[in-house]
């Protein structure tokens, strides 16, 4: 079982509906997590933290933390064609590390 | 404010050749990390370093890579010799907190293609 697994994308959405972007993870005792974009052929940039349960917004960005369940969760309200980009969850482990998923590619249209 | 700095952007060698990439942290960031990245996977890490000390270093190939950071600031990955499975693209991250943090900022990343 991979620490940090993401849906398998690529994830197409139109432009101003709902993104939901998925993560799991499998150490219990991960206390951080976190949400980077990536866009093509650049690196990933910090967008959202979260470190306790429930909901975390900014701006059309919410992160979701659940914690009991091993999910985090990112939606992206009112999604612009901008929005298109790999989404990476990443989590630090009780074993000291950040691990990363493998993303998820969103694509919304115009 | 400068952010972090990685040359070259795009390294082409023959396998067995040696490579060397460079970053530049921003400034006052103590802790550094240089992750690699595989086409459409996330960044793995390789070192992690906080100051001068090499803190994490368990996933770094210590046979053909090797990574230093001597002064606390800068600092240079290698690879001798270089494989064809070393192709990847290689990031420099910093982070003004020390531990375990996932509030890291990367450079534009070093593309590495190993014929």
């Known amino acids: 079982q991979k620490e940090v697994e993401q849906n398998s994308g690529p994830l197409s959405v139109p432009e101003g509906a709902i993104a939901s972007l998925n993560c799991t993870y499998s150490?219990?005792?991960?206390?951080?997590f976190f949400w980077y974009r990536q866009y093509s052929g650049k690196s990933p940039e910090l967008i959202m933290s979260i470190y306790s349960n429930g909901d975390k917004e900014d701006g059309r960005f919410t992160a979701q933390l659940n914690k009991a369940s091993q999910y985090v969760s990112l939606l992206i309200r009112d999604s612009q064609p901008s929005d298109s980009a790999t989404y990476l969850c990443?989590?630090?482990?009780?074993?000291?590390?950040?691990?990363f998923g493998e993303g998820t590619q969103l694509t919304v249209n115009p | 404010e400068a952010g972090v700095v990685q040359s070259p952007r795009y390294k082409i060698i023959e396998k067995k050749q040696p490579v060397a990439f460079w970053c530049n942290p921003i400034s006052g960031h103590n802790t550094l990390y240089w992750y690699l990245q595989n086409l459409g996977q996330g960044p793995e890490l390789l070192i992690r370093y906080e100051n001068e000390e090499a803190v994490d270093d368990s996933q770094l190939p210590k046979d053909r890579f090797s990574a230093e950071r001597l002064k606390g600031v800068d600092s240079t990955l290698k690879i001798q010799p270089a494989e064809l499975g070393d192709s990847a693209v290689y990031l420099c991250a910093s982070s003004s907190l020390a531990g375990v943090t996932g509030e890291l900022f990367f450079g534009e990343g070093s593309r590495l293609t190993v014929l």
């Open positions: 150490d219990r005792g991960s206390q951080s």
């Open positions: 990443a989590v630090a482990t009780s074993g000291s590390r950040l691990t």
